[in-house]
Nanobody, 123 residues
Protein backbone atom coordinates (compact mmCIF):
# COMPACT_ATOMS: atom_id res chain seq x y z
CA UNK A 1 0.00 0.00 0.00
CA UNK A 2 1.04 3.57 -0.67
CA UNK A 3 -0.47 6.53 1.15
CA UNK A 4 -0.44 9.94 -0.51
CA UNK A 5 -1.10 13.28 1.15
CA UNK A 6 -1.28 16.48 -0.86
CA UNK A 7 -0.67 19.95 0.54
CA UNK A 8 -0.04 23.48 -0.64
CA UNK A 9 -3.35 24.39 -2.19
CA UNK A 10 -4.97 27.76 -1.65
CA UNK A 11 -6.66 30.84 -3.04
CA UNK A 12 -4.72 33.31 -5.13
CA UNK A 13 -5.04 35.79 -7.95
CA UNK A 14 -4.35 35.12 -11.59
CA UNK A 15 -0.69 35.37 -12.48
CA UNK A 16 0.45 34.06 -9.13
CA UNK A 17 2.43 30.95 -8.23
CA UNK A 18 1.84 28.01 -5.95
CA UNK A 19 3.74 24.85 -5.14
CA UNK A 20 1.88 21.67 -4.35
CA UNK A 21 3.49 18.82 -2.47
CA UNK A 22 2.56 15.17 -2.29
CA UNK A 23 4.10 13.19 0.54
CA UNK A 24 4.15 9.44 0.00
CA UNK A 25 4.57 6.68 2.50
CA UNK A 26 4.26 2.94 2.56
CA UNK A 27 5.96 0.57 0.20
CA UNK A 28 9.15 1.41 -1.68
CA UNK A 29 7.92 4.78 -2.85
CA UNK A 30 10.98 5.58 -4.90
CA UNK A 31 10.02 2.82 -7.34
CA UNK A 32 6.71 4.49 -8.15
CA UNK A 33 5.88 6.88 -10.93
CA UNK A 34 3.86 9.85 -9.75
CA UNK A 35 1.21 11.88 -11.48
CA UNK A 36 -0.78 15.02 -10.84
CA UNK A 37 -4.38 15.26 -11.99
CA UNK A 38 -7.06 17.85 -11.43
CA UNK A 39 -10.82 18.02 -11.41
CA UNK A 40 -12.85 21.18 -11.75
CA UNK A 41 -16.53 21.35 -10.73
CA UNK A 42 -18.72 19.63 -13.28
CA UNK A 43 -15.76 18.33 -15.26
CA UNK A 44 -13.94 15.06 -15.56
CA UNK A 45 -10.62 14.47 -13.90
CA UNK A 46 -7.82 15.47 -16.25
CA UNK A 47 -4.12 14.78 -16.48
CA UNK A 48 -1.72 17.55 -15.48
CA UNK A 49 1.79 16.12 -15.20
CA UNK A 50 3.64 12.88 -14.50
CA UNK A 51 7.16 11.82 -13.62
CA UNK A 52 8.67 8.36 -13.68
CA UNK A 53 10.42 6.73 -10.75
CA UNK A 54 13.85 8.15 -11.58
CA UNK A 55 12.70 11.60 -12.61
CA UNK A 56 14.07 11.18 -16.12
CA UNK A 57 10.77 10.85 -17.98
CA UNK A 58 8.25 13.68 -17.56
CA UNK A 59 4.95 14.42 -19.26
CA UNK A 60 2.79 17.54 -19.20
CA UNK A 61 -0.65 18.36 -20.43
CA UNK A 62 -0.56 20.93 -23.20
CA UNK A 63 -2.61 23.31 -21.08
CA UNK A 64 0.12 23.58 -18.42
CA UNK A 65 3.26 23.12 -20.48
CA UNK A 66 5.68 25.97 -19.85
CA UNK A 67 3.87 27.06 -16.68
CA UNK A 68 3.94 24.00 -14.42
CA UNK A 69 6.95 21.92 -13.36
CA UNK A 70 6.81 18.50 -11.77
CA UNK A 71 9.72 17.22 -9.73
CA UNK A 72 10.45 14.65 -7.06
CA UNK A 73 12.77 14.19 -4.14
CA UNK A 74 13.07 10.48 -3.46
CA UNK A 75 15.04 11.12 -0.27
CA UNK A 76 11.91 12.78 1.08
CA UNK A 77 9.40 10.56 -0.74
CA UNK A 78 7.78 13.73 -2.02
CA UNK A 79 6.68 14.94 -5.44
CA UNK A 80 6.10 18.59 -6.21
CA UNK A 81 4.09 20.58 -8.70
CA UNK A 82 5.35 24.12 -9.14
CA UNK A 83 2.60 26.17 -10.75
CA UNK A 84 3.40 29.58 -12.24
CA UNK A 85 1.36 32.09 -14.19
CA UNK A 86 -1.81 30.62 -12.81
CA UNK A 87 -5.08 31.25 -14.62
CA UNK A 88 -8.70 31.06 -13.42
CA UNK A 89 -9.12 27.94 -15.56
CA UNK A 90 -6.52 26.21 -13.38
CA UNK A 91 -9.04 26.24 -10.55
CA UNK A 92 -9.65 22.65 -9.47
CA UNK A 93 -8.99 20.03 -6.86
CA UNK A 94 -5.51 18.68 -7.52
CA UNK A 95 -4.75 15.03 -6.85
CA UNK A 96 -1.51 13.14 -6.83
CA UNK A 97 -1.39 9.51 -7.81
CA UNK A 98 1.12 6.67 -7.91
CA UNK A 99 1.77 3.64 -10.08
CA UNK A 100 4.73 1.32 -10.49
CA UNK A 101 7.80 2.69 -12.27
CA UNK A 102 6.46 4.00 -15.58
CA UNK A 103 4.78 7.38 -15.83
CA UNK A 104 1.42 7.53 -17.56
CA UNK A 105 -1.07 10.20 -18.59
CA UNK A 106 -4.02 7.92 -17.99
CA UNK A 107 -5.81 8.21 -14.68
CA UNK A 108 -7.12 4.58 -14.72
CA UNK A 109 -3.53 3.33 -14.79
CA UNK A 110 -2.75 4.71 -11.36
CA UNK A 111 -3.19 2.51 -8.34
CA UNK A 112 -3.05 4.95 -5.45
CA UNK A 113 -4.60 8.37 -4.98
CA UNK A 114 -4.46 11.16 -2.46
CA UNK A 115 -7.46 13.05 -1.13
CA UNK A 116 -6.75 16.18 -3.13
CA UNK A 117 -6.00 19.81 -2.40
CA UNK A 118 -8.07 22.75 -3.63
CA UNK A 119 -6.53 25.42 -5.83
CA UNK A 120 -8.65 28.47 -6.57
CA UNK A 121 -7.44 31.19 -8.92
CA UNK A 122 -9.42 34.42 -9.07
CA UNK A 123 -9.40 36.79 -12.02
Amino acid sequence: QVQLVESGGGLLQAGGSLRLSCAASGRTVRSYAMGWFRQAPGKEREFVAAINWSGVTIYYADSVKGRFTISRDNTKSTVYLQMNSLKPEDTAVYYCAARSYVASMGAPEYDYWGQGTQVTVSS
